[in-house]
């Protein structure tokens, strides 16, 4: 089993939307059974809570099922992962500082540098935006998905 987290900051916008889009691909791809696909957060202000309703929103009008409880990035996941994918350079920070020296299996990407446009930017945060920006969030990850699920076939081989 590959393991995969994807983190922001609350773990309710951006990475349970990257987690229920990447989960669709998986099984449209058949990679369901092989892949563990999670999410968390670098802070834990949102421990136990639903998605943002505008997340679930987004997700329900593209058919993509979202069902996820918010949790914080904990040490072990640098032990339990192979793939950290963080939403923007806050995050990674974060996560970098978290792991310090923790020698970990977990790859820490960005999800951008698998964007087929623009692979310099963040996923931006959209918590004090509107619909707008939780649907431009959809269409940034959704573009992603597709390279960043080739990247993890061709590296652990699935
Ligand atoms: P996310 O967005 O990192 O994409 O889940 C946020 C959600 C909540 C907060 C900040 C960002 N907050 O400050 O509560």
Avoid: W
Wanted: glycine share 8%.
């Amino acid at each position: 089993m590959v393991k995969i987290l994807f983190v922001c900051l609350g773990n309710i916008c951006r990475s349970p939307m990257a987690e229920a889009i990447f989960k669709h691909l998986a099984y449209n791809e058949g990679l369901d059974s092989k892949l563990y696909i999670q999410s968390a957060g670098t802070a834990g202000y949102h421990i136990g809570d639903a998605p943002d309703y505008r997340t679930i929103q987004v997700c329900t009008e593209n058919d993509i099922e979202i069902h996820h409880k918010g949790q914080k990035l904990q040490k072990e996941d640098f032990l339990e992962y192979d793939y950290i994918i963080g939403m923007d350079e806050d995050n990674i920070q974060d996560i970098l500082d978290r792991r310090g020296t923790i020698a970990g299996k977990a790859e820490i990407l960005k999800m951008r540098a698998f964007d087929t446009i623009n692979k310099d930017g963040d996923v931006p945060d959209p918590y004090y935006g509107s619909l707008i920006q939780f649907n431009e969030v959809y269409v940034m990850l959704s573009r992603c998905a597709p390279a960043l699920l080739n990247y993890i076939r061709n590296k652990s081989g699935v």
